[in-house]
Nanobody, 120 residues
Framework: VQLQASGGGLVQAGGSLRLSCAAS????????VGWYRQAPGNERDLVAL???????NYADSVKGRFTISRDNAANTVYLQMNNLKPEDTAVYYC???????????????WGQGTEVTVSS
């Protein structure tokens, strides 16, 4: 049971990136999913959250610039990041409540992280 985070990279300030968080085939369904980020020397902070009912929440620092969305058929959640700033530089992680396809257990899983670097 895994989450695969991808889409990070190097971008200039003002640019955009779209991160993806895809669940492995052993996951039947993901419900609440969050994107977190951790800059060097800092704690891991919540950036955006989406519920199974598509309710969303954002950190104040990214409101109006980031958008979280989901594709339930693909068990994938996206984070569209626009107007990126150097202070957005961090490793981005996704976290999900996931229902295992075979055991039907609900488990909490983290993706491996994808690095975002925003140059000034």
């Amino acid at each position: 049971v895994q989450l695969q985070a991808s889409g990070g990279g190097l971008v200039q300030a003002g640019g955009s990136l779209r991160l993806s968080c895809a669940a492995s085939r052993s996951v039947f369904r993901i419900s609440t999913v969050g994107w977190y980020r951790q800059a060097p020397g800092n704690e891991r902070d919540l950036v955006a959250l989406i519920s199974s009912g598509d309710s969303t929440n954002y950190a104040d620092s990214v409101k109006g610039r980031f958008t979280i969305s989901r594709d339930n058929a693909a068990n994938t959640v996206y984070l569209q990041m626009n107007n990126l700033k150097p202070e957005d530089t961090a490793v981005y992680y996704c976290n999900a409540e996931a229902v295992h396809r075979f055991s039907s257990q609900t488990i909490n899983i983290w993706g491996q992280g994808t690095e975002v670097t925003v140059s000034s």
